[in-house]
C-alpha cells in the first residue's frame, strides 16, 4: 500500500515561485516536475504531523526566507565535481551522522571545520590534486530510521529522528512542526560562522602551524602530520621568495560546501527556489530559460540508501533541482537500478552531477563494487560520476552490550579495497564520505589509540551512528594520503 505524504500534501497547496514556465525537467510518465510534484508519489521515512495547521505555517514561514545558499556556489561546487569525476580532483566529505541545533556553538564548528581542513591538507599532499571539501553540516538534521519505535525502559516511543522532527529527549519524541523553521535558522547561523571564520583566515594556509596540533597526542602521529606540514610551509615560502604568490588570494582560504541527507522533503520544496543561473546573472533578461530550480538549503543533499526507490517521491523531487546530489548505493542496489536512477536523475549526462557514494560493508565491497562500476563506465555515464566510498555505514554494527560501533580496521578495510577495484577496473576513485567529530569521542573501536570495547563509554556522545574522533579521522587521512601517491 502506497504511503502519500501527508504534509506534503499540505505544501502542495501552497503558492510556490509559479512553477508554470518551466523548460525543464522534462516530464516524466506524463507528469510535469514541479517542487511539489513529490506529493503525488509514494514515499518512505514519512513525517506525518498531527498539527496541520502548524506544519502550514511553519512551511509558508520557510518559502518567505532567502537562500542559505546560492546559484553562484551551487554551480561553482558542481564544476569542481567536475573535475573530480574527471579524475583531476579529490573529494573530502565529513561530518556528524546528526547533526545536533546544540551543535550551532563556536567550538563544536571551528574543531569539525579544523580538522576537515587539516585532513583536506593531508590528502592534497597524497593525491597532489586539489580536495573539494563537503561538510555534512549546516543542516544535516533529519535521520532515516530502521524501526519507527523504540523500547526504552519498557515503553514504546517514536524513534529518534533528527532535530528538524523531533527532540532526543523521551518527552520531546511527539513530531513538532516549529523545529522545520528552528532548523533553518539554525543551518543559518552555522554557515554564517563558516563563512565569517574562513573569511577571516582559519584556513589561511600561510600559517599552517597555526591550525593547532596540540590534541594529537600520538607522537608518530605528530611527527608524521608535522612532516607534511613542513613540506607545505617549504613550498609556501619558496613561492614568496620567488614572488609566486603575490596575487593569490587562493593559499588566504578555501572553499567549504555543506550537505546534508535530502529526506525530509517538505524542508527541502520550501526552500527551492527558480532562480537566475550564474552564466546568465549579467544579462539583462527576465527570461524563464535562464532560469533553473535550486535547492538553496545546502549546496549539495543526497538521497540516502532507504529512499531511493525508482518511483518514490525522493526521487522525484530530486529529479528537479540542479544542485549536485548523491546517491547512496548499497547491497541493495542493483545494477540495472543503479542505471535508471542514473538516466532520471541526469538525463543531459552533466559531468559531476551525480556522485555515487558506494558503502557496502568491507565483506561485501569485494562482492558488489565491481559490477556497479563496470554498468555506469560502459554505459553513456563513463567517466561523467564522482565514485565515493563510504567505508560508514556497511560497517555498523553492536557489541554484545548492545553498543553501536564501527572498527576502525573495518572501514580502513573497504576504504583500501575501493582503492584497489577502482585501480583494477581502470575508474577513478574520486572521494571518501565519512561521518567524523572534532572532538575525542570514543564511538569506533581501533586506530592507532587502539581504543577497545570496554573504551567506548568512555566519551560516547553521538545521537546516531559512531564517529571517527579528531585522531582517527586524520590518521585515515594519511593512510588515504599514502595509498593516492603510491
Ligand atoms: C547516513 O549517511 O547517515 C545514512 C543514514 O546513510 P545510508 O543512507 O547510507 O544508510
Ligand atoms: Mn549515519
Redesign the pocket.
Known sequence: QPQLSSAGKAAATASLNGASHQPQPQPRDGQTWSPSSWTTKPIKQDAIYDDHKQVEKSLAKLERLPPIVTPTEIVRLKNSLRDVALGKAFLLQGGD??ELFDYCEENAIESKVKLLLQMSLVLIWGANKPVVRIA?MAGQYA??RSSPTEIIDGKELPSFRGDILNGFDVDERRLDPSRLVDAYFHSASTLNFLRASLSSGLADLHRPLDWGLGHVQDPELQAKYSKTVDSITDSLSFMRTVGADIASKALETVDLYTSH?GLLLEYEQSLTRRLRDPANASKPSTSEDQKSWYDTSAHFV?I???TRQIDGAHIEFFRGISNPIGI?V?PTTSSSDLLTLLRTLNPSVEIGKITL?T?YGSSKVRSLLPQHIRIVENSEYARSVVWQC?P??GNTRSTSTGIKTRQFSDILSELQDCLAIHKEEGSYLGGV?L?LTGDAVTECTGGSEGLGEDDLSLNYTSF??PRLNEKQALELAFLIAGHLRE
Request: with cysteine; glycine share 10%.
Open positions: 551522522c546528526a555534512r535521520k532515516p541527507e543526497w540516502g540508501d532507504r547512496k548499497g557514494i558503502r563510504d560508514m555505514h564520505h561521518e546516531c551512528d
